[in-house]
């Protein structure tokens, strides 16, 4: 079913080896110089030929994955060697060796996360074997950290498993010296009076501090951290053609091609980036130098280069017409706000990685306009010759101001008496890249949220309101929290639970009053029911969601890259639905 | 266990007290008790699939009162399924998955049978899936999914309410995923939802064998075109790293001559096998989510899904909660042909190509025929060779507009029916 081309290459290909000869025999890997194809573009690419050179790359040889490559093959796809090693340097701390926790552990264990420490004082009860899969009923009476650490290490021999019996109650007395030996902590329903010194500690260090908690069919999660900055935040795309403002060699490129002298073929396989070029000069020069911006502009416009079809496959005009939207929009830089950072443009001693490359970028664009470009062409329709050199065109471009970004980090961090490689050629490369993708999140400490005067009581009162919206969980969870800290129980734990249910609902109550509000609501009311009835009890499912949830921030929070949320996450495990809030 | 509970401890006691509570979204009808623990520990319940998400799954139901679980999984355990796949250990690399996960949950968790079986899906007959209460899936197959969610569709006898099997369904990707409750005949099955499956990345045969632009055409070409022409009578087996390598090789130097850059081994494994990445925490998520619904629907102590939950992690956390709506026309569940615009002009094999990336079709291997005559038929032999001439005649030859055409394939219980319309 293939079909013939005529502007085929199906035979320069050398012969590689035959049908008897062992696909191991070295000889197989023939080293045969390639034929030049010969086609009617040719004459197009010559003009371009000095930039058709491919990196150097050397003969293969057999690839040797080491069992490490193959291990982590499926996420090395996700966040490649640096988020692996990334990883594979941190060393995370889980106060509380609960169910959730260790389904948190679990998921970062099995990646490779390089180190655990288990903190916690208890002995490990039925409720506990009954919740956690990492635990037995062997386990029984046992330290319910050591018992935990010793089933994760069973799952990966490359995460080294910690524990240590520690007073969870008696956090403040723990030497704010002993949190740095930690990239990160998670905290499982642990008071927040007993946690509010401890997030100061970790606040202060900059140590990220992930809390979670698990009722019933509610779970919660919260990122308790000053500043993440991401460069890598993995967008969809990193597509940025620059039709508006083509540089000198871009435009150089479209007017080689004369449009008219093609033959239907090779008219047919013109890439959609050089016809949107073309159209654009044309119509420009017919309006007085703008592009088309009003709608009906841009049906003219599509019109216009519709009128240029020749061929009865006209994939690539079609490619056009569809690109017409984004082709005629202004290229802006879409993150000011971070290049006019103070933290950016003062930049001092303790001045991060990641703000002297976004003062790099806002000085190339106070030169430029523009920021850096990525120099991604996508895949469209071409004949490979043309394709190739136009995607030359952009990646010189993104060399030529990637080198320009290069000396100015070189400028900047010697006049920070740094070395100048102190910043590597790679994270500058990768900056470039993703400089318009790059995500700046200042959080909000625990003390800010808890206490009343900077808590975000409009966006809480409202949502208590919302029609089956969840922040009626985030209030019961809060809620929570006061009754056991004032009865040292759950509510919901005895038989009866009627004044367990009266007395959460004022606690709700207080909390609503000292944000301002005056009232429950019929929802919030039902959920803190809902809570009551749980007692303190974990069910499985929950927790091994949040324990899907928290690895998944944690392993973003490590490898800065993708974008965790900001900064507290709540799923209602009845209507099966989640909501993220910045409280 | 009654005896250890009458004088021990009480185990599972915090499910056991929200089986016992009556909550404020429970359903009128619930009558809260120790029965409906009894219930949910007697009730059979299949997990099919022992991979990422199955792992999670066995885990998860063993925990949440299930006591009698089957698993079926046809795969063994390979070295790159240890970064998620947590019942298995680099020594049990090359056993059966059902078999070693069955084992190991049932070491770890008191009182939990598990059944395995190492084997297709499709060996089992509706008297074998009749016996289960529920279903769930955790599968990374868009066949095996359609086979099961037509045979349980198939299985229902309106006046045998036992008869309907719910179907819970998860699948995930990288850092996305999706977990839905299916009612067979009741809500939308799997087949009415098959266009939200993402578009398949398919090359253009032409750009493969012409005008090469990606890394990924060069893979293309060495593992499509290249292989069976040297290789003539030897099958590509992309597990086997000697061939892997031949194709790494083979693009390469396709790369070099086009002056493509970006061939990677990495890749050329990623293209040749198709790979879709995958990390434990997004089928816990996923898992859990599924598992959550098998408890809500076994013991109905909270209302359950309705229907389709969709999350992504990318950037924060999001989750979207809809229900998608039945359709009439699904091959499965509907009554109705489906619509399909064709060019009358094409022909048959015109028409055949188009059917492996239609939405509503998606098949490989079609035989096609109207209510009056074969189209084409994959096999018998002799009747492929008597409907091979209609393949380079026209459609309008063949079928008049409006027209339906039955579409079968050896890998679905169903039959897919399409009206033409020029």
Redesign the interface.
């Known amino acids: 079913?293939?079909?013939q081309?005529p502007?085929?290459?199906?035979n320069?290909?050398?012969p590689?080896?035959?049908?008897t000869s062992s696909?191991?025999d070295d000889n197989?890997?023939?080293d045969q110089p390639?034929?030049t194809?010969s086609t009617p573009l040719a004459g197009v690419a010559e003009q371009f030929a000095t930039m058709?050179?491919?990196?150097a790359?050397q003969p293969?040889t057999?690839?040797v994955?080491t069992?490490r490559d193959?291990?982590?093959?499926?996420?090395?796809?996700?966040w490649a060697a640096n988020g692996q090693a990334a990883l594979e340097e941190a060393h995370v701390l889980l106060l509380t060796a609960s169910a959730a926790g260790a389904?948190i552990l679990?998921?970062l264990v099995?990646?490779?996360t390089g180190a655990f420490t288990i903190a916690d004082d208890k002995l490990v009860t039925?409720?506990d074997i009954?919740?956690n899969?990492f635990l037995?009923?062997s386990s029984l009476g046992q330290p319910r950290a050591v018992k935990v650490t010793e089933f994760l290490q069973?799952?990966?021999t490359d995460s080294m498993g910690h524990s240590q019996i520690l007073n969870l109650r008696e956090l403040d007395g723990v030497d704010s010296s002993y949190w740095e030996s930690f990239s990160l902590v998670i905290a499982h329903q642990i008071r927040p009076s007993i946690l509010m010194n401890v997030a100061k500690v970790l606040w202060d260090k900059k140590i990220p501090l992930v809390l979670s908690n698990s009722i019933?069919?509610y779970g919660y999660l919260r990122i308790v951290i000053p500043e993440h900055t991401v460069v890598e935040?993995?967008p969809d795309s990193t597509v940025d053609l620059r039709l508006d403002c083509p540089w000198p060699e871009l435009e150089h490129f479209a007017d080689a091609i004369n449009m008219d002298a093609l033959d239907e073929i090779d008219h047919a396989?013109v890439p959609y980036v050089v016809i949107l070029l073309k159209y654009l000069k044309q119509w420009k020069a017919e309006h007085g130098g703008s592009p088309p911006s009003i709608y009906a502009e841009k049906n003219q416009f599509k019109d216009l280069i519709r009128s240029g079809i020749r061929s009865s496959d006209p994939e690539n005009f079609d490619e056009a017409i569809a690109a017409v939207l984004r082709a005629t929009q202004k290229t802006t830089v879409p993150i000011t706000s971070v290049l006019n950072d103070p933290r950016a443009q003062n930049l001092h001693e303790n001045s991060t990685k990641f703000w002297i490359l976004a003062r790099a970028a806002a000085d190339f664009v106070a030169k430029e306009g523009n920021l850096p470009l990525s120099g991604t062409l996508p895949?469209?329709k071409?004949?490979?010759?043309r394709?190739?050199a136009l995607?030359t065109v952009y990646r010189n471009k993104a060399v030529r101001d990637r080198d320009w970004v290069k000396q100015r980090v070189a400028e900047l961090l010697s006049a920070l008496d740094r070395p100048t490689d102190a910043i590597l050629d790679d994270e500058i490369e990768t900056f470039c890249k993703f400089s318009r993708y790059i995500v700046v999140i200042d959080g909000r400490s625990l003390e800010e949220e808890y206490n009343p005067e900077t808590a975000k009581a409009k966006l809480i009162l409202s949502g208590l309101r919302e029609e089956n919206g969840l922040m009626p969980i985030y209030l019961g969870f809060r809620a929570v929290e006061i009754f056991e800290e004032r009865n040292e129980r759950f509510p919901?734990s005895l038989e009866n639970?009627e004044d367990d249910a009266k007395n959460l609902e004022s606690i709700a109550l207080e909390i609503v009053k000292s944000l301002g509000g005056d009232s429950l609501g019929e929802s919030a009311s039902?959920?803190l029911?809902?809570f009551v009835?749980?007692?303190?009890?974990?069910?499985?499912?929950?927790s091994?969601?949040l324990?899907?949830?928290g690895?998944?921030?944690v392993?973003k929070l490590i490898t800065r890259q993708?974008?965790?949320?900001?900064n507290t996450?709540v799923f209602d495990?009845?209507?099966?639905?989640?909501e993220?809030w910045e409280l | 266990m009654t005896a250890m509970e009458a004088d021990g401890?009480?185990?599972?006691?915090?499910?056991k007290?929200?089986l016992a509570?009556?909550?404020?979204?429970t359903d009128e009808a619930y009558v809260p008790g120790p029965e409906v623990y009894d219930f949910l520990s007697g009730m059979k319940i299949l997990v099919i699939g022992a991979g990422g998400l199955g792992c999670?799954i066995l885990?998860?139901l063993a925990?949440?009162g299930f006591t009698d679980i089957h698993v079926i999984d046809m795969d063994t355990i390979d070295?790159?399924n240890?970064?998620?796949q947590?019942l298995f250990?680099q020594s049990d690399v090359g056993k059966s998955k059902a078999i070693v996960a069955a084992e190991f949950i049932m070491k770890?968790?008191?009182g939990v049978t598990i059944t395995p079986y190492f084997g297709k899906i499709q060996d089992k007959d509706e008297d074998y899936y009749s016996q289960f209460g529920i279903v769930i899936c955790g599968l990374d197959s868009v066949e095996a999914r359609r086979w099961i969610n037509a045979t349980l569709v198939n299985m229902v006898d309106i006046n045998n309410p036992e008869s309907l099997k719910p179907l819970i369904d998860g699948g995930t990707e990288?850092?996305k995923g999706q977990?839905r409750v299916i009612l067979p005949t009741i809500t939308s099955c799997y087949e009415c939802s098959l266009e939200m499956l993402g578009k398949q990345q398919t090359f253009p045969?032409?750009t493969i064998?012409?005008?090469?632009?990606?890394p990924e055409h060069c893979v293309e070409w060495a593992s499509v075109?290249?292989w069976p022409r040297?290789?003539?009578d030897?099958k590509l087996d992309n597990d086997n790293?000697?061939?892997v390598?031949?194709l790494?090789?083979?693009a390469?130097?396709?790369?070099?001559?086009?002056?493509?850059?970006g061939v990677t081994?990495?890749l050329t494994?990623?293209v040749a096998k198709n790979?879709?990445?995958?990390?434990?925490?997004?089928?816990?998520?996923?898992?859990?989510?599924c598992?959550?619904?098998a408890?809500?629907i076994a013991t109905t102590c909270?209302?359950?899904?309705n229907n389709y939950?969709m999350y992504s992690?990318?950037?924060?956390?999001?989750?979207y909660?809809f229900e998608y709506e039945k359709k009439d026309d699904c091959p499965v569940c509907g009554n109705l042909a489906s619509d399909f615009e064709a060019n009358p002009e094409w022909t048959l094999?015109d028409l055949m190509?188009r059917l492996p990336d239609s939405q509503q079709v998606r098949t490989k291997t079609p035989s096609l025929r109207t209510a009056e005559r074969n189209l084409y038929l994959q096999s018998p032999p002799q009747l492929e060779e008597a409907t091979r001439p209609n393949l380079s005649k026209k459609l309008k030859e063949l079928v008049s507009n409006g027209q339906e055409v039955s579409i079968t394939d050896p890998g679905l219980p169903f039959s897919v029916k399409l009206r033409l319309l020029y």
């Open positions: 079913m293939i079909k081309h502007v085929g290459h199906n320069t290909s050398p590689i080896t035959t049908a696909i191991l197989a890997v023939s390639s034929e194809p058709l050179q491919v990196d790359e293969s057999p690839h994955l069992a193959k291990k982590y093959d499926r996420q090395l796809r996700l389904e679990k998921n099995l990646p490779g039925e409720d009954d919740a899969f037995n009923d069973e799952l990966n019933g069919f935040s993995h396989h895949d469209m071409a004949d490979s010759l394709y190739i995607q919901g639970t039902q959920v029911k809902e009835r749980a007692g303190s009890g974990e069910l499985h499912n929950i091994s969601l324990g899907g949830f690895a998944q921030e392993v993708y974008v965790p949320m900001k996450v495990g009845i209507q099966s639905k989640s993220v | 401890p009480v185990r599972k006691a915090a499910l007290r929200i509570r009556r909550g404020p979204f999670e885990k998860n925990l949440s070295i790159s240890l970064n998620r947590f250990r770890r968790v008191k990288g850092f977990s045969m032409c064998a012409n005008t090469p632009r990606l075109l290249e040297v290789f003539k030897k790293p000697e061939h390598q031949w790494f090789d083979t390469l130097r396709r790369s070099r001559e086009f002056n493509i850059s081994y990495s494994q990623g790979i879709i990445p995958a990390i434990a925490s997004t089928n816990a998520i996923i898992a859990a989510s598992c959550n619904e408890l809500k909270s209302p359950y899904m939950m992690g990318n950037d924060s956390i999001y989750t909660t094999e190509e």
